[in-house]
């Protein structure tokens, strides 16, 4: 039975570490810019959003990760966090974003009539 015990405990810690480290990676790997906070948003410095790298569906576009999926609605422009199924509306994009990961630009090119 302890050994039981001691397998179930190993993979709980697995499990954990796993969603964990998912979790961060997910969460780091979407915005990889830093800087240009104040209007006009300039002097920023790193890699923006990869607008075509992700997939595309009938609504908009989903940056697939580990453990969350980001969806971008290709007219509202809404962010949206998708964990086991569940989602999160988390917001439209900010002024930063518009001109640092340019969306609306990507969505049009992807064949979506921004309305943001």
């Known amino acids: 039975m302890t050994t039981l015990k001691t397998i ?6 697995a499990y954990s570490l796993y969603v964990l480290i ?3 990676l997910d969460v780091t790997s979407f915005d990889e810019t830093k800087g240009g906070y104040h209007a006009p948003y300039t002097g920023w410095t790193g890699i923006p959003v990869d607008w075509d790298g992700m997939d595309k569906t009938s609504i908009g576009l989903v940056k697939r990760g580990h453990i969350i999926d980001v969806h971008i609605h290709g007219t509202t422009g809404m962010m949206t966090f998708e ?8 917001q439209t994009p900010s002024d930063r974003a518009l001109i640092v990961h340019q969306p609306k630009e990507a969505l ?7 309305e943001f």
């Open 108 to 114: 049009i090119r992807r064949g979506f009539k921004p």
């Open 22 to 24: 998912g979790f961060t």
């Open 83 to 90: 964990v086991l199924g569940l989602r999160y509306d988390w």
């Open 8 to 13: 179930f405990a190993i993979i709980g810690i």
